[in-house]
């Protein structure tokens, strides 16, 4: 399968996670009988949820700190505000979003969703939510930026976000009028936790390059509840590293 067709199920639009589904006719959760512990049971494309060795999240804990790791060079660009709710989240698909090079690789932004609380934790504690800003470059490779949202001022790079947010699952829904630029969601300091992860959502496939920004950004009590009131837990448990390492970049 290729990493375009998985991006697809995965989570790049409601078409895709509905058709994938329905095709399977396994319907996967984050709670109850079709939850996590399930998913890589329900059908042979999930497979590696359950076997993969190198998946994700993780709980970051011991890293090292490295002083060649690159920056991350982010190039983003104001795009049309397109919106979807996929039933597992709510995702902001870029037409002409930019993207970010690290090293010799330039990743164009695909797109970017939101969990919470955050999949990722540090130190054994999770952020109220993260958002994923998924990347892929000319060959297929994919690259997530994971920036941890905490409670506190409004976010005003997501009030277009979460003013617009479908309160139902369905079709991907431009708004009129409004871009969004992911540039305004990054934090000002850029060092990063970096490991080799998966997908977090079925199919859980693996070869996805993680970045965690080390900073995390703020958004109101009021737009973290209005997310919480679509989604109230939408985070996959932590992954065994299974000894991976977790490099760090300062900044
Ligand atoms: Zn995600």
């Not at 060649?68 to 049309?80: I, K």
């Not at 690259?143 to 979460?162: D, H, I, P, Q, S």
Request: contains cysteine; charged residues 20%; aromatic residues 8%.
């Amino acid at each position: 399968m290729k990493l375009s067709r998985l991006l697809m199920l995965c989570c790049f639009a409601a078409s895709g996670a509905w058709a994938g589904e329905a095709a399977h006719g396994a319907h996967w959760e984050y709670d109850g009988h079709n939850g996590p512990a399930r998913w890589g049971e329900m059908n042979k494309e999930y497979e590696v949820c359950g076997l993969g060795k190198h998946q994700s999240p993780i709980d970051i804990r011991k890293t090292e700190m490295k002083v060649d790791l690159p920056e991350l060079a982010f190039d983003y660009a104001a795009s049309p505000l397109k919106i979807v709710n996929n039933g597992h989240t709510v995702q902001v698909n870029l037409d002409a979003g930019g993207g970010v090079k690290i090293g010799d690789h330039v990743y164009r932004l695909a797109q970017f969703h939101f969990h919470t609380p955050s999949e990722e934790r540090i130190q054994g504690k999770p952020a109220d939510m993260v958002a994923h800003l998924v990347h892929k470059d000319a060959a297929g490779k994919l690259a997530v930026v994971a920036v941890l949202v905490k409670r506190g001022k409004e976010n005003a790079a997501l009030k277009a976000v979460f003013d617009n947010m479908p309160i139902a699952a369905g079709p991907v829904h431009g708004v009129e009028g409004l871009a969004i630029n992911a540039a305004d969601l990054l934090p000002a300091k850029r060092g990063y936790y970096h490991f080799e992860g998966s997908l977090t959502t079925p199919p859980c496939s693996e070869g996805v390059s993680w970045y965690v920004l080390s900073t995390p950004v703020e958004a109101s009590a009021a737009q973290i509840k209005a997310f919480r009131g679509l989604y109230k837990h939408n985070a996959r448990p932590v992954q065994p590293l299974n000894g991976r390492n977790v490099v760090e970049r300062a900044g």
